[in-house]
């Protein structure tokens, strides 16, 4: 089978800065055609650094790199250092990345991505909010029926919000962009934090990884060593989830995950719930199913995989 055609749209953040890693080191199953950048846990001009810093640790400086919004459609940026620290990948020594950031912008990459490459051959993969999908929807509604999938992480339905009591980050940050895409007809496939508080960066997880012992390894151990200790403390969980690989592991494995097909909306007028997804899951309203919603995966085969593919950078 051929490798799947995706844009990774992120906002890294170290478990983005995972999910890139994953993507790279699986072009049997992936094909990377670019990176967009968007302002999310950090401004998008530390966002695009830390994507170039991670395709350049990859031994990957082909790849393209846009950037892409700088602040949400309607609202000011809310940002998440307190989590991610202030770089948006700390913990690792990082560098000055040399590999050029493309000059065209994200936005305008994906739509010209669309309309390029056959109808139905390209999966959108936002991981942060979707402030660049949603534009790229909203002034080129032509390339919304030529998506093949969007595969995004986002949303919260059993596990409630992170960010406030109802929304979790995503799609707090941007909710009228969340609503674009998930009204847009687009295929989309939601990684919630229902899956993603499952796939959680236990102690022996971390030091497999670390075990790798190569540059990639000690690089990535060290960034979950750092990225855990908010969700720790947080929840007393004995990690922190690994939220953004679900969604290229899905891509590799999706026998991995299990969800449902059901409606999901969007809250955009509460203050006290903006952002929420309201997720149909038991089925009660006659709204129709626009996303396959997922609420559970296997972690240790999901983490298995990071390490095995990890370990060939
Ligand atoms: O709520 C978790 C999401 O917000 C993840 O994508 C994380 O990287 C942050 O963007
Ligand atoms: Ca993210």
């Known amino acids: 089978m051929s490798a799947r055609k995706i844009i990774i749209d992120t906002d890294p953040g170290q478990d983005d800065a995972v999910a890139i890693l994953l993507a790279l080191a699986s072009p049997q199953e992936i094909d990377l055609l670019g990176i967009t950048c968007v302002a999310g846990n950090v ?39 307190y989590v991610h ?33 056959p109808a139905g051959s390209v999966t959108l993969c936002p991981l942060g909010p979707l402030s660049n999908i949603a534009e790229a929807f909203q002034s080129a509604p032509d390339i919304i029926g030529r998506v093949q999938e969007v595969v995004l992480m986002g949303g919260a339905y059993f596990e409630v919000g992170n960010i406030t009591p109802a929304a979790e980050f995503n799609i707090f940050v941007d909710p009228e962009a969340a609503n674009i895409v998930l009204k847009s007809g687009a295929p989309i496939t939601m ?61 590799i494995r999706p026998d991995l995950f299990s969800g449902r097909h059901i409606n999901v909306e969007i809250e955009t007028q509460s203050e ?35 390490t095995q593919r990890l370990a060939l950078l």
């Open 43 to 81: 401004p998008v001009s530390r966002t695009q650094i830390n994507a170039r810093i991670i395709c350049e640790l990859a031994g990957h400086r082909q790849i393209k790199v846009f950037a892409g919004r700088a602040a949400p459609l309607r609202r000011p940026l809310v940002t998440a250092e």
């Open 85 to 117: 620290g202030k770089t948006g990948l700390n913990g690792p020594e990082l560098f000055e990345p040399t590999m050029p950031l493309q000059s065209q912008g994200g936005v305008e990459f994906i739509i010209e991505t669309l309309r390029a490459e």
């Open 191 to 251: 990684m919630p934090l229902d899956v993603t508080h499952k796939a959680l960066t236990t102690r022996p997880r971390i030091e497999a990884l670390r075990a790798l012992d190569t540059p990639v390894g000690h690089f990535t151990a060290e960034m979950l060593d750092f990225f855990e200790r908010f969700d720790i403390e947080k929840y007393g969980s004995e990690g922190g989830p690994l939220h953004d690989p679900c969604v290229i592991a899905y891509l």
């Open 272 to 306: 006290l719930t903006l952002g929420m997804t309201v997720a149909d899951w038991w089925g009660v309203t006659d709204r129709p199913a626009n996303a396959l919603f997922m609420g559970d995966l296997d972690a240790d085969g999901f983490f298995d995989l990071i």
